[in-house]
């Protein structure tokens, strides 16, 4: 089963408006990780959070996490057509082998 | 930094037949994932390998082999391929493997 879960599935949105997107977990986790998927190709990392941060910033990327719930969001401001990817999170479980599992995504479409 | 290189980007084989996909990671990291990315699916978990053990492995059968050699290059091996094999093989480095993951552009093997 998956570790993280992105939500929602797909996002369609217009070039310069904010894009939001979630992911829930299930265990207890050192850090979790932000990706970027341009069409069939491989994964870019985009941002880390560590457990014990709430909030980090990378340029136009936000990212909060928040462990009693078990959740992070992905915020991207003033999108851009060329920010259209799948965003994935990556969990590597806390107290033991590093494991890192990926969500099904969430398919961002930027319409210029 | 030359960044990590998979072999072949494109693969068609026979259902039945084997195949062997090559990876080689980033410079002085010792840490190889294999993942395995279906349209169904998302992105499945296959092994890692760390100092060329394999430290983690998914939950797909054995069928699905690899190893990594002293000079932290990777390979995966599929033998009597299903036409459920086809996918994208990602393989991604890291420097211990709790940290960030550099991905390659991935195998896409297709079983005919």
């Known amino acids: 089963s998956q570790q993280g879960e992105e939500d929602p599935q797909a996002l369609s949105i217009q070039e310069g408006e904010n894009a939001t997107m979630n992911c829930s977990y299930k265990t207890s986790i050192n850090n979790l990780q932000w990706y970027r998927q341009n069409s069939g190709r491989g994964l870019v990392h985009l941002i880390l959070?560590?457990?014990?941060?709430r909030e980090k910033h990378s340029g136009r990327l936000r990212v909060t996490l928040d462990t009693s719930k078990k959740s992070s969001s992905l915020l991207i401001t003033a999108s851009r057509a060329a920010d259209t990817a799948s965003y994935f999170c990556?969990?590597?479980?806390?107290?033991?082998?590093?494991?890192?599992?990926f969500g099904r995504g969430t398919s961002l479409i930027v319409h210029p | 930094k030359a960044g990590v290189t998979q072999t072949p980007r494109y693969l068609i084989k026979t259902r039945g037949q084997q195949v062997t996909l090559s990876c080689s990671p980033i410079?002085?990291?010792?840490?190889v994932s294999w993942y395995q990315q279906t349209p169904g699916q998302g992105l499945q978990f296959l092994f890692e390998?760390?100092?060329?053990?394999?430290?983690n492995k998914g939950n797909f059968p054995g069928r699905f082999s690899g190893r990594q050699f002293s000079n932290s290059r990777s390979e995966m091996n599929v033998s009597t391929l299903e036409l459920g094999d086809s996918a994208l093989y990602l393989c991604a480095s890291s420097p211990v493997g709790d940290t960030e993951a550099f991905f390659g552009q991935g195998t896409r093997l297709t079983v005919v």
């Open positions: 390998y760390f100092s060329e053990t394999q430290r």
């Open positions: 990556a969990t590597p479980p806390s107290g033991g082998s590093y494991i890192p599992t």
């Open positions: 959070i560590r457990s014990n941060e």
């Open positions: 410079s002085g990291h010792r840490s």
